[in-house]
Nanobody, 127 residues
Framework: EVQLQASGGGLVQAGGSLRLSCVAS????????IGWFRQAPGKEREAVSC????????SYVDSVKGRFTISSDNAKNTVYLQMNNLKPEDTAVYYC????????????????????WGQGTQVTVSS
């Protein structure tokens, strides 16, 4: 059974930090890229960051560059999103998804190409 288990969300003050985790099972981890998306109330889901498991290459949306860092622990089939200097506008439900390697980072912004999704984890940043 394929699973992506996202966790690590919570309530934090502006300027604080959180680390999200996405644990994958049921598929060959290094044949995929893992991406994080977020959806704020009343807004469309947007791509935040993605990492190619096979080579470690990464991508970030401009609004989080310099504040968020994506990484992977391949031995644990886990991808992390370290979020520092959080802002109220980062408040959203965060989702992780698995993007087949044949697509890779050039397609990481497009939900259509993702094969698997995890449940969301809520991140709330207070001002």
């Amino acid at each position: 059974e394929v699973q992506l288990q996202a966790s690590g969300g919570g309530l934090v003050q502006a300027g604080g930090s959180l680390r999200l985790s996405c644990v994958a099972s049921g598929f060959i981890f290094d044949e995929y890229a893992i991406g994080w998306f977020r959806q704020a109330p009343g807004k469309e889901r947007e791509a935040v960051s993605c990492i190619s498991i096979i080579d470690g290459s990464t991508s970030y949306v401009d609004s989080v560059k310099g504040r968020f860092t994506i990484s992977s622990d391949n031995a644990k089939n886990t991808v992390y999103l370290q979020m520092n200097n959080l802002k109220p506008e980062d408040t959203a439900v965060y989702y992780c998804g698995a993007l087949p390697g044949r697509w890779g980072l050039p397609y990481s912004d497009y939900m259509y190409y993702y094969e698997y999704w995890g449940q969301g984890t809520q991140v709330t940043v207070s001002s």
